[in-house]
């Protein structure tokens, strides 16, 4: 796989994927090669994937945000512990149907390793940016990967960086000013934007880790190129995972089973739909192109915005609406950018 012409094709890149994952096909026959380009080349039949992705979602993705938030008294690392649990059982018997191993390629592993430690981090982070702030603020704010994915790749990957490259950044850094609101830029009355302004400004950050975590990620993933298995990509994200969380969970002395049956249910839920909006989504960069996937992975702010409202009650304030309007019109743009591009 070639290099991207420009980092403007990793901001892209970005917003495709919810959590970032090497995009590869399963191991085929020509003739299911032959069929995957047909697929590729029929006109919108991979938009149904993503619209699967928003259903199951991954780490930041509303349906499942909606079940983090709805965990009473689990900390977000255990969250992230059971999910890494749930999706361990069913990756194991993958590696092992595929006989793809569970260490990779020996010039990959430590890219590999960053992968699942950087992975991993981002999706602790995003799941605790839930919990102590809305659902809009924090997913908006993770949205705004893009803007860490350009500036990653012209430090790491050697990218260019142009002058609209800079500009969508500006714009998508102005976006999470808005939600953000220091009181040192809008002055001292917060009140309006959240109860509790230091609990905001915690999922505030937590949720601007994930952006660059994620953002690292996809880096990385893209200097690996096609060398790894898919497959063996989500092992190291899940196995490392696991084992930062149970870290993290001795050195704060917290480990529990959630009381209620309805939250272990949750959790359950948590795990199933995190796997499943990784492979939709995944599944959506192989048969269609990445131009409307890019675009419809932006009603992640729509749909975060509309579960806010419905299931938790909370109206977002204009500043929220109008940071969100100048981080999505920041992706957007970078993509229809790419477009011109590529039509060159």
Request: hydrophobic share 50%; aromatic share 14%.
């Given at each position: 796989?070639?290099?991207?012409?420009?980092?403007?094709e990793?901001?892209a890149?970005?917003?495709?994927?919810?959590?970032?994952?090497?995009?590869?096909a399963?191991?085929?026959?020509?003739?299911?090669?032959?069929?995957?380009?047909?697929?590729?080349?029929a006109?919108?039949?991979?938009?149904?994937?993503?619209q699967?992705?928003?259903?199951?979602?991954s780490?930041?993705?509303?349906?499942?945000?909606?079940f983090?938030?709805?965990?009473?008294?689990?900390?977000?690392?255990?969250?992230?512990?059971?999910?890494?649990?749930?999706?361990?059982?069913?990756?194991?018997?993958c590696?092992i149907?595929?006989?793809?191993g569970?260490?990779?390629?020996?010039?990959?592993?430590?890219?590999?390793?960053?992968?699942?430690?950087?992975?991993?981090?981002?999706?602790?982070?995003?799941?605790?940016?839930?919990?102590?702030?809305?659902?809009?603020?924090?997913?908006?704010?993770?949205?705004?990967?893009?803007?860490?994915?350009?500036?990653?790749?012209?430090?790491?990957?050697?990218?260019k960086?142009?002058?609209?490259?800079?500009?969508?950044?500006?714009?998508?850094?102005a976006?999470?000013?808005?939600?953000?609101?220091?009181?040192?830029?809008?002055?001292?009355?917060?009140?309006?934007?959240?109860?509790?302004?230091?609990?905001?400004?915690?999922?505030?950050?937590?949720?601007?880790?994930?952006?660059?975590?994620?953002?690292?990620?996809?880096?990385?993933?893209?200097?690996?190129?096609?060398?790894v298995?898919?497959?063996?990509?989500?092992?190291y994200?899940?196995?490392?995972?696991?084992?930062?969380?149970?870290?993290?969970?001795?050195?704060?002395?917290?480990?529990?089973?959630p009381?209620?049956?309805l939250?272990r249910?949750?959790?359950?839920?948590?795990?199933?739909?995190?796997?499943?909006?990784q492979i939709?989504?995944?599944?959506?960069?192989?048969?269609?192109?990445?131009?409307?996937?890019a675009i419809?992975?932006?009603m992640?702010?729509?749909?975060?915005?509309?579960?806010?409202?419905?299931?938790?009650?909370?109206?977002?304030?204009?500043?929220?609406?109008?940071?969100?309007?100048c981080?999505?019109?920041?992706?957007?743009?970078?993509?229809?950018?790419?477009?011109?591009q590529?039509?060159?």
């Amino acid at each position: 796989m070639e290099p991207p012409e420009s980092a403007a094709e990793l901001e892209a890149d970005a917003v495709e994927l919810g959590e970032p994952e090497l995009r590869l096909a399963d191991p085929a026959s020509p003739g299911e090669e032959h069929a995957d380009v047909e697929a590729a080349d029929a006109p919108g039949h991979g938009r149904c994937w993503p619209q699967g992705a928003w259903v199951c979602g991954s780490s930041r993705e509303p349906v499942a945000s909606i079940f983090v938030k709805k965990v009473q008294d689990v900390h977000a690392v255990e969250i992230s512990a059971f999910r890494c649990v749930f999706q361990l059982l069913v990756i194991v018997p993958c590696l092992i149907y595929r006989k793809t191993g569970f260490i990779g390629p020996k010039g990959q592993r430590l890219f590999l390793l960053l992968r699942g430690i950087f992975g991993s981090s981002a999706m602790i982070l995003m799941y605790y940016a839930f919990q102590t702030t809305s659902l809009a603020d924090a997913t908006v704010i993770a949205f705004s990967c893009p803007m860490f994915t350009s500036i990653f790749a012209w430090m790491f990957l050697k990218e260019k960086y142009s002058l609209w490259d800079a500009f969508f950044t500006l714009f998508a850094f102005a976006g999470v000013i808005f939600i953000v609101r220091p009181p040192f830029l809008f002055g001292s009355d917060t009140s309006e934007m959240s109860k509790n302004y230091s609990d905001h400004i915690k999922g505030t950050f937590a949720a601007i880790g994930h952006a660059v975590l994620s953002a690292m990620t996809l880096v990385i993933l893209r200097k690996m190129g096609k060398s790894v298995d898919y497959f063996l990509s989500i092992w190291y994200y899940v196995i490392l995972g696991l084992l930062e969380c149970i870290i993290i969970l001795f050195a704060i002395g917290g480990w529990s089973l959630p009381y209620c049956g309805l939250d272990r249910l949750f959790l359950i839920l948590i795990g199933l739909l995190g796997l499943g909006g990784q492979i939709f989504i995944t599944k959506a960069v192989q048969v269609e192109k990445a131009g409307p996937v890019a675009i419809m992975k932006t009603m992640d702010v729509v749909f975060a915005f509309i579960f806010q409202i419905a299931f938790f009650n909370h109206m977002p304030t204009w500043w929220t609406v109008g940071g969100a309007l100048c981080v999505v019109a920041s992706t957007t743009g970078s993509t229809i950018r790419r477009w011109i591009q590529s039509s060159k």
